[in-house]
């Protein structure tokens, strides 16, 4: 059965400082997909990057990376320099036979 | 290019009252899915249409819910009788191609339809 862990349930980090948000999923499957999506305030989903599991390199977007570690089933998302604006919900998810979610990170980023 | 679109942004409704949530999903994508969003539960997928067929509704409450999708491009859920544990935010979102590995299957969301029963 597929399954999103996130175990951080909330994060702290200065502005400009990076930050890793972690991922764990599990699967039997060779073909899936991996998502992050960002929850502000407001309350929309906004699609951040995306990782295929047959994607040898890490997906990057701006200042958005995702450190993809297959053997380890980790999917963990990289902010580099934060800025006051990405204080938010952010979550994980799998794309297999459904999309699946984790039960987010809310990250807060401090002046 | 519009996003999915959502209707209403905001309702309020007394218990036992009919909803009905609308949703456009962006034009030429095949899939259509409804989430609901919980403090208790997360975000739970409740069904997904594919090319206007509903593919899996394995996660529809109980019979109070429906959804429909008469065309590509219009879909709605339906609560009848509303109760005040329906009260959450339902999105709506589509993807170019049904679920699986592939980034057309990126799934994009509406604004949300915040639902409140008293």
């Known amino acids: 059965a597929q399954k999103i862990t996130q175990t951080q349930p909330g994060m702290f980090v200065q502005e400009k400082e990076a930050v890793t948000l972690d991922c764990t999923y599990d699967t039997s499957d060779q073909s899936y997909g991996l998502f992050w999506y960002k929850q502000p305030s407001s309350g929309e989903m906004i699609f951040l990057i995306y990782q295929g599991s047959y994607d040898e390199q890490n997906a990057t977007e701006g200042r958005y990376s995702l450190n993809f570690q297959k053997a380890r089933k980790s999917a963990n998302l990289v902010i580099s320099a934060s800025q006051l604006g990405d204080s938010a919900m952010y979550f994980c998810?799998?794309?297999?036979?459904?999309?699946?979610f984790g039960t987010g990170t809310r990250l807060q980023v401090f002046p | 290019d519009a996003g999915v679109i959502q209707s209403p942004r905001h309702e309020v409704t007394e218990m036992g009252q009919e909803v009905t949530l609308r949703c456009k999903p962006i034009s030429g994508h095949n899939s259509l899915f409804w989430y609901r969003q919980t403090m208790m539960r997360g975000l739970e997928l409740l069904i997904y249409f594919n090319n206007n067929v509903p593919i899996d509704d394995s996660g529809m409450p109980e019979d109070r819910f429906s959804a429909k999708m008469p065309n590509a491009s219009f879909s709605t859920l339906k609560i009848q009788p509303s109760e005040p544990r329906d009260s959450a935010v339902y999105f709506c979102a589509s993807s170019l191609r049904g679920p699986g590995g592939g980034s057309g299957n990126t799934i994009y969301f509406g604004e949300g339809s915040w639902l409140t029963v008293v």
């Open positions: 998810a799998m794309n297999q036979n459904k999309l699946i």
